[in-house]
């Protein structure tokens, strides 16, 4: 078995699992922090800063040689093997800056290794799924939120933790947390959320049809009507990507066939921003292609019909774009060949066609 060295002095060879036992014991003394002498305090923490680095080292490579596959195996097998993940989580508020982003690169590789096929890290989760009660709130603690956010999107690569937040009420939380005023941990929760409506098709598409009424209301309410332009930015931006996917079709002509949202979609074209604007338009023109438009819809946008097309007219983007001009122009046509509901009963009575 391959062996690697210990600190600057190679005094002593460990092996993985040497490795994963000295960073369990260590993380279990920083857990308890019943030390009461300060050197023997910080020299602890010195070694399990050390460890980290040394354990970063071995999966990522030193700069001079890469990775050996079979201890990065090896390594995965140990950590996830009993408590070592978790001891980890909850002691990273204790570590310092430079080990708290080792230990960040730590978790990231090993929830991406692959043991004899398997996904050591998704089996673990699944038994400890509990460990989400810890990283989701931690964005409501500023110093934390950033690493916890970071893991937290390592560990939703996995199919049973993204369906656990979306059915848990954490996922309600995301719609404050993307409002915290601190920018940096507002856009990381936001990428977040972005990744968990986004990454696993087929549990989102699920999510989305049995959650539609209170999560688009909060979605509207929250973040497409926010007051800040950058929420109300990734909010549009997003909304077109779930709509947009095949995944979601019911739940997009669900969307498309409300007035409500119609009438925020068209408030969000008249932006002062230009990229919320078009991101609102690819939408919006999903409201003017849908083919069974209710007869509220079409009343507003028959009444609507000579400022939508002004707008339209004078609607630009800053580079040119054949795709954009095209779907421009169809929503035009859409919207210019509208008939009201009551016109297009009088034209069927001609014909003896029932309306």
Request: hydrophobic content about 40%.
């Amino acid at each position: 078995m391959p062996r690697f060295e210990d600190g600057l002095f190679k005094s002593k060879p460990r092996t993985p699992a040497e490795l994963v036992r000295q960073l369990r014991e260590l993380l279990i003394y920083a857990d308890r922090n019943t030390e009461t002498r300060e050197s023997k305090r910080e020299g602890k923490m010195s070694q399990l800063n050390k460890l980290i680095l040394e354990m970063r080292t071995v999966l990522y490579g030193d700069g001079e040689s890469e990775p050996i596959s079979e201890i990065c195996a090896q390594l995965t097998k140990e950590f996830f093997k009993d408590d070592t993940f978790h001891l980890l989580i909850i002691c990273l508020p204790r570590l310092g800056l430079g080990a708290r982003q080792d230990a960040t690169h730590v978790v990231a590789n090993l929830q991406r290794q692959r043991v004899n096929s398997r996904w050591i890290a998704s089996d673990y989760l699944e038994r400890n799924i509990d460990l989400l009660d810890i990283l989701v709130p931690g964005y409501e603690d500023g110093d934390i939120a950033l690493s916890y956010g970071a893991i937290l999107r390592d560990c939703i690569r996995h199919q049973v933790v993204a369906k656990h937040v979306l059915d848990s009420e954490h996922m309600k939380k995301f719609f404050d947390y993307i409002q915290i005023p601190n920018f940096d941990l507002a856009s990381d929760a936001a990428a977040t959320f972005k990744e968990l409506l986004t990454r696993h098709k087929s549990t989102v598409a699920e999510f989305l049809s049995r959650n539609y009424d209170w999560f688009f209301q909060e979605y509207n309410s929250k973040l497409l009507e926010s007051p800040n332009y950058i929420t109300r930015r990734h909010a549009v931006k997003l909304l077109g990507n779930m709509l947009l996917d095949r995944s979601n079709s019911s739940v997009m002509v669900q969307y498309v066939s409300s007035l409500v949202n119609m009438r925020i979609l068209m408030n969000l074209l008249r932006d002062s921003n230009k990229t919320i604007q078009f991101e609102a338009f690819h939408v919006f023109k999903l409201f003017a292609a849908n083919q069974n438009k209710p007869p509220e819809i079409v009343s507003i946008l028959i009444t609507n019909r000579s400022k939508l097309l002004r707008f339209f007219g004078d609607f630009k983007f800053d580079k040119e774009d054949e795709q954009f001009e095209a779907d421009k122009a169809q929503v035009v046509k859409e919207i210019a060949t509208l008939e009201s509901r009551d016109n297009l009963c009088e034209a069927l009575k001609k014909y003896e066609i029932p309306c």
